[in-house]
T-cell receptor, first 112, second 113 residues
């Protein structure tokens, strides 16, 4: 049963610290997405990659967020420095091409 | 630009009653349509999808949805709900040829005993 995995599941940090979230897409999926979910904004697309190349990161605050795919089995989302307003659940999803996206369980981030 | 509207933010319904969760989108040039369910503290799970073919789509857990191109709608239905269906439901639309989903704001279904 292939699944998207995300680590860590929960993260509590202090303002100003660096946060790195990791995602392992489903094997064979060539498109990877990062979303953020908050009560106020709902689900927001932050960035996505196809064949490891960034296609769109317009949803991401550029000054503090960065997303990369070092290889086909790992996607990372980094926040530096973190701020309390970054507190949210961050989801990774993967897909084969442009069809169905499969979501990971999320990383719940709390920035104090 | 594509947009998705889920008019009902919350839908309370009694157990074993039927339910319909509404979803409308703005542009119908050529789209893929999806419904996801999110249980508390979990990720989004695919319920069903419309890519092409029959406009009536059946999904998991007894849910179905109908693609109506003229009304740009993709409403989700279930003839008899269970307590375990209590969750948040998201409609998503993707323009063919793109990779991006546009999600609705979600509908919280609460099934009452």
């Amino acid at each position: 049963d292939a699944r998207v995995t995300q680590t860590p599941r929960d993260k509590v940090t202090e303002m100003g610290q660096e946060v790195t979230m990791r995602c392992q897409p489903i094997l064979g999926h060539n498109t990877v997405f990062w979303y953020r979910q908050t009560m106020m904004q709902g689900l927001e697309l932050l960035a996505y990659f196809r064949n490891r190349a960034p296609l769109d990161d317009s949803g991401m605050p550029k000054d503090r967020f960065s997303a990369e795919m070092p290889d086909a089995t790992l996607a990372t989302l980094k926040i530096q420095p973190s701020e309390p307003r970054d507190s949210a659940v961050y989801f990774c999803a993967s897909a084969r091409g442009e069809e169905t996206q499969y979501f990971g369980p999320g990383t719940r981030l709390l920035v104090l | 630009a594509q947009s998705v509207t889920q008019l009902d933010s919350q839908v309370p319904v009694f157990e074993e009653a039927p339910v319909e969760l509404r979803c409308n989108y703005s542009s119908s040039v050529s789209v893929y349509l999806f419904w996801y369910v999110q249980y508390p503290n979990q990720g989004l799970q695919l319920l069903l999808k419309y890519l092409s073919g029959s406009t009536l789509v059946k999904g998991i857990n007894g849910f179905e949805a109908e693609f109506n191109k003229s009304q740009t709608s993709f409403h989700l239905r279930k003839p008899s709900v269970h307590i375990s269906d209590t969750a948040e439901y998201f409609c998503a639309v993707s323009d063919r040829g793109t990779y991006k989903y546009i999600f609705g704001t979600g509908t919280r279904l609460k099934v009452l005993a």
